[in-house]
């Protein structure tokens, strides 16, 4: 669970930066950490404190149960799989309900492909 976890947060907070067109010293100074603290996250390599975890969603307007439940998923995923889940989940946040409601039934329809 801690590996899935440590994934699926560093995939998301990622996402979430380079959306926003961040380096990793940006946030790293919102929540007064150093860049390697976000970069250890983002690598998977430490699972951040909850301190540092609602500070990170709070910079990359995240909602916290979102990088918690992302870590709960059963699935075994690739490290691209999280990335590329974590990148579509940052575009659909800023899309209109219009605009989702088309990437949904575009989803549905490449389901019913496979």
């Known amino acids: 669970m801690t590996d899935a976890l440590k994934q699926a947060i560093g995939s998301r907070v990622k996402a979430a930066r380079e959306r926003k067109g961040w380096t990793q010293e940006e946030p790293a100074a919102k929540i007064a950490k150093a860049p390697e ?6 690598r998977r390599v430490h699972l951040p404190t909850l301190d540092t975890l609602i500070d990170l969603a ?4 995240l909602d916290i ?3 918690i439940e992302a870590g709960r998923s059963k ?3 690739s ?3 999280f990335k590329q889940e974590a990148e579509i ?5 800023d899309l ?4 989702v409601a088309i990437a949904a039934q ?4 490449l389901d019913r492909v496979k």
């Not at 709070?58 to 307007?61: A, E, I, Q, Y």
């Not at 989940?89 to 946040?93: F, L, S």
């Not at 209109?96 to 605009?99: G, L, Q, R, V």
Request: proline share 0%; hydrophobic share 45%; glycine share 0%.
């Open 37 to 42: 603290s976000v970069s250890n996250i983002e």
């Open 65 to 67: 149960m979102e990088l």
């Open 75 to 77: 699935r075994k995923l």
């Open 96 to 99: 209109s309900d219009t605009a």
């Open 89 to 93: 989940a940052m575009i659909v946040r």
């Open 106 to 109: 575009q989803i549905a329809a």
């Open 58 to 61: 709070t910079v990359l307007d």
């Open 79 to 81: 490290k691209e799989r």
